[in-house]
């Protein structure tokens, strides 16, 4: 796996070759499917998934690099109405990709009926220049919604990947050609603190279900190479109330445990090689509504 080390990027930026390059924004409601599109574009897990809306809570960038292009897309959070310190915070999070990107897709989950989300979405964006394709996703399944058929409307299926490349065609006949921003065979800017966290975090969300994914935080605190073959990693699993630490840590220790062994499984497939997963539960009381704590986790 390729970590991003922006000082090899620095060391190696004469041998940059020119492309069609660009920020593309991927901005919608919570569970439209923006990080399955990422992921299987990209052939890599950049993002983690769940049934659960507002899965993703920070702004993720994923490189596409083919022949002729090199496209930097943000895997943005689900946007919706709040006025909550929590739920403001990641709306800024998708929102401020807006400003530095070519082009916007916004998606659209052709599967389930129109929201208020939709009509909250649509007023950004007409306020904005930058060129928008509406991208209707799912397409594999039965629409809750008509589709329009006009100009810069695309509609996808990240089951088959369908439309995947007369939609990337369109988003590189609208990027101008300059040398690339990254070498080619990076694909994520994630810290390696970060993405074991959000490995932890979607074990968390798959196992929690509806009971109380939100009011949970992972924190890596330390990863230590002791030798090539191990790698020894300690990460804190936070909840708001001692009745939630419970849940976490269930009956004997039987949801904390499951949670451990599945994300150690994934994190020795990611790094290829022995890890030795350390993962305890702490109570944090009412994160969610400590605007300062809140700003310091989702923009880390």
Known sequence: MQELNLQDILKNTTDLKDKKVGYVAIIGRPNAGKSTFINTLIWEKIAITSNIPQTTRNKIL??????DSQIIFFDTPGIHESQKAFNAEINHQALSSLRDSEIVLYFIDSARAPGKEEKYISDILEKINTPVYRVYTKCDLRPAMEIPTWDDIFKISSQDKSWFVELVDAVKAKLPEGPI????????????????SEVIREKLFHNLKEEMPH???????????????MKRISAYIYTETDSQKYIVIWKWG?????????????????????????????????????????????RH
């Open 254 to 298: 039987k949801l904390i445990t499951k949670v451990w062994t599945l994300a150690r499984i994934e994190l020795e497939e990611i790094f290829g090689q022995k890890v030795f997963l350390s993962v305890r539960a702490k109570v944090k009381k009412n994160w969610r509504k400590d605007e300062g704590f809140v700003k310091k986790m989702l």
């Open 181 to 196: 921003l990254f070498p080619e065979d990076y694909y994520t800017k994630q810290d390696i603190y970060f993405r074991i």
């Open 62 to 67: 994923a490189m596409y690099n083919d022949d």
């Open 215 to 229: 009011s949970v935080f992972v924190a890596v605190e330390e990863i230590e190479d002791d030798e090539k073959w």
